[in-house]
């Protein structure tokens, strides 16, 4: 159910927003690594990897999609770390039921789907995954990898690191990006020491930056500031100006918004659903009130408090992480970062 204000933003952003309806399945949270920025709990039971459960997330979504008027859903599904070496082929064989399910019900809603699968790659046993994305791209719909990357926060050994490695050279023709989260501590680091892996991952794949989204724990540690995160985009456009959305934002005059909460629903390992804001937050840990559903009210907070509605990037900027934005505790410039990072990039 539309609110007043959730009418608003879309009439506001109605030319800046995906086309393409994104699901995000968090199926269980049980994790072979630690990144100290993951909110997740990683020694989580296996218990919501079962059939039954995955089911039951599916049929969350099917709620949401008959009420949906977009058309191209993307499926992204994820753990926790989704294909551990210790599950057995049975747990394979649930994740294509899944997906099947899934298919099924776009085309009883007249939907497209196609299927993303996130993943750290820490895995040996790779062809099982090759089978279950070739598997589904010949029965349900386009079926690819997302991977991810951190400068400190992984908790990897040597032995880890290079897992990774060969199964980028293994599965790089199905990895469609790779996403690296800019929290406080990852953008010192970047900024401080080249890292050879990611300038070797920056050669391979495509990368894609994302912003922190602030967890109930950890918030005030990984944040960053406005200045940090100017200092990110800064460096980016200087060093890598391949990397999303650098790239995009300074080649092209339009540009969507960042934030895909707008046209998306994230189902959470205990079948929670919401927008984006999804974490047991204190109510007190933000400017705006809590709503698990919608992130119109923050996001025209933010748009009112930048004056976006005037400014001359407003076609290009994909805008901030509202969340990030909201957050109480934010330190905050007196005036748009992200205007001043384009002033410069753009006009020296
Ligand atoms: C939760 S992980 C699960 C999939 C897989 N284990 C992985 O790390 O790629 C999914 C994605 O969320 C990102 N992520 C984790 N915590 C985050 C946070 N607080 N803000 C933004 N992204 C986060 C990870 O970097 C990863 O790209
Ligand atoms: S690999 Fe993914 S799920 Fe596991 S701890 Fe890291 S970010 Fe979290
Ligand atoms: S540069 Fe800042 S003020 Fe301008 S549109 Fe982007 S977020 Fe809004």
């Known amino acids: 159910m539309l609110t007043q204000k959730d009418r608003i933003l879309a009439h506001l952003l109605k030319e800046k927003e995906y086309?393409?309806?994104?699901?995000?399945?968090?199926?269980?949270?049980?994790?072979?690594?630690?990144?100290?920025?993951?909110?997740?709990?990683?020694?989580?039971s296996l218990e919501q990897a079962s059939l039954k459960s995955l089911m039951n997330k599916a049929d969350l979504v099917k709620d949401y999609m008959r009420d949906h008027p977009g058309k191209d859903f993307k499926f992204?599904?994820?753990?926790?770390?989704?294909?551990?070496?210790?599950?057995?082929?049975?747990?394979?064989?649930?994740?294509?039921?899944?997906?099947?399910r899934l298919r099924e019900d776009c085309d009883a809603h007249g939907k497209t789907a196609r299927f993303m699968f996130t993943t750290n790659l820490i895995f040996e046993k790779?062809?099982?995954?090759?089978?279950?994305?070739?598997?589904?791209?010949?029965?349900?719909?386009?079926?690819?990898?997302?991977?991810s990357f951190d400068f400190v926060g992984r908790n990897w050994n040597a032995q880890q690191r290079e897992l990774f490695k060969a199964n980028?050279?293994?599965?790089?023709?199905r990895i469609r990006l790779v996403g690296v989260v800019l929290h406080r501590l990852s953008i010192d680091k970047m900024i401080e020491q080249r890292d050879s892996l990611f300038d070797w991952l920056y050669q391979r794949v495509p990368v894609v930056f994302e912003y922190y989204i602030p967890d109930l724990k950890q918030q005030d540690l990984f944040s960053p500031s406005d200045e940090d995160n100017l200092?990110?985009?800064?460096?980016?456009?200087?060093?890598?100006?391949?990397?999303?959305?650098?790239?995009?934002?300074?080649?092209?005059?339009?540009?969507?918004?960042?934030c895909c909460s707008l046209n998306r629903l994230t189902v959470l390992a205990n079948d929670t659903i919401s927008s984006c804001r999804y974490f047991p937050y204190r109510p007190?840990?933000?400017?705006?009130?809590?709503?698990?559903?919608?992130?119109?009210?923050?996001?025209?907070?933010?748009?009112?408090?930048?004056?976006?509605?005037?400014?001359?990037?407003?076609n290009r900027c994909g805008l901030h992480c509202f969340?990030?934005?909201?957050?109480?505790?934010?330190?905050?410039?007196?005036?748009?970062?992200?205007?001043?990072?384009?002033d410069e990039a753009l006009h020296g």
């Open 19 to 44: 086309d393409l309806v994104e699901v995000e399945m968090q199926l269980f949270e049980n994790c072979n690594l630690r990144c100290a920025f993951c909110s997740q709990d990683h020694r989580a």
């Open 76 to 100: 992204n599904l994820m753990g926790g770390e989704i294909f551990q070496d210790h599950f057995s082929d049975e747990h394979f064989e649930n994740l294509f039921a899944l997906a099947r």
């Open 126 to 147: 790779y062809g099982r995954v090759e089978s279950l994305l070739d598997r589904i791209s010949a029965e349900l719909g386009p079926a690819q990898l997302a991977t």
């Open 168 to 173: 980028v050279e293994r599965l790089r023709e």
């Open 231 to 258: 200092r990110a985009w800064k460096f980016l456009a200087k060093n890598y100006p391949n990397v999303e959305p650098i790239r995009r934002w300074l080649n092209q005059e339009f540009n969507e918004v960042k």
């Open 284 to 314: 007190s840990d933000f400017k705006t009130p809590l709503d698990r559903f919608s992130i119109s009210e923050m996001a025209l907070k933010f748009i009112d408090e930048q004056g976006c509605l005037s400014c001359s990037h407003f």
């Open 323 to 342: 969340v990030q934005a909201d957050r109480a505790r934010r330190e905050q410039k007196a005036s748009c970062f992200i205007k001043e990072f384009f």
